[in-house]
């Protein structure tokens, strides 16, 4: 709804994630991110696209480890969205030890992030998957309600196992 909190796409094609729901955060984005016109406008229902739009076209301007190392250390809760190799590879990820190793019987070996809860020690640290022609996707279908055309569909499509 707001455009304080919310995501963008940036130079790069990479994309900054916005949270400055309070007020002082959300004016020191629109300062730096020159938009100040709309600092007094966080809440603002009748504008909310125009203010979207400016932020997106400022944020086109830069990449966006660019835009994060200028807005993250400046009270304006706004930070990456990192892809997945990104996660993976995030240095606090690494540190807490949230990358798991998953097993695929037909697809391999890979890491994901695992089920680390804050103060325990309790990830799993490795995953053995099932097939995903085990699975009761044609039976969770038809109990949805899907008819066995449109599964056989989703099946020729890719879009179910």
């Known amino acids: 709804r707001y455009a304080c909190y919310d995501t963008y796409v940036c130079a790069d094609g990479g994309w900054v994630a916005v949270g400055a729901i309070e007020g002082h955060f959300y004016k020191n984005l629109c300062t730096l991110l020159?938009?100040?016109w709309w600092a007094d406008h966080q809440l603002d229902d009748a504008v909310q696209d125009q203010v979207r739009a400016?932020?997106?076209?400022a944020f086109a301007t830069k990449p966006r480890d660019e835009w994060v190392a200028i807005l993250a250390p400046a009270d304006t809760c706004v930070s990456a969205v990192l892809s997945i190799p990104e996660v993976i590879a995030d240095p606090q990820v690494v540190a807490r030890g949230s990358i798991a190793e998953a097993h695929h019987p037909t697809a391999g070996d890979f890491?994901?992030?695992?089920?680390?809860?804050?103060?325990?020690?309790?990830?799993?640290?490795?995953?053995?998957?099932?097939d995903g022609a085990a699975t009761d996707t044609e039976a969770l279908l038809t109990?949805?309600?899907?008819a066995a055309d449109d599964i056989a569909r989703l099946r020729d499509e890719g879009v179910v196992a």
Do not use: N
């Not at 400016?54 to 076209?57: L, M, N």
């Not at 890491?111 to 099932?130: E, I, V």
């Not at 109990?143 to 899907?146: E, H, L, Q, R």
């Open 111 to 130: 890491r994901q992030l695992g089920t680390l809860l804050a103060g325990t020690d309790t990830a799993r640290r490795s995953f053995d998957l099932r």
């Open 143 to 146: 109990a949805a309600g899907y």
């Open 54 to 57: 400016d932020f997106a076209a």
């Open 34 to 36: 020159g938009c100040e």
